[in-house]
């Protein structure tokens, strides 16, 4: 159980690095 929640957050961090990743490059292109 408490492994699932670990997996769940470690998941939603690579979401948040992948986010601004891409707008940081969206950025750099404008």
């Known amino acids: 159980n408490n492994y699932l929640v670990f997996y ?3 998941e ?3 979401w948040v690095h992948r ?3 891409g707008a ?3 950025i ?3």
């Open 8 to 10: 769940t957050v470690e």
């Open 24 to 26: 940081r490059n969206y």
């Open 28 to 30: 750099s292109l404008l």
């Open 12 to 14: 939603q961090i690579i």
């Open 19 to 21: 986010i601004i990743h």
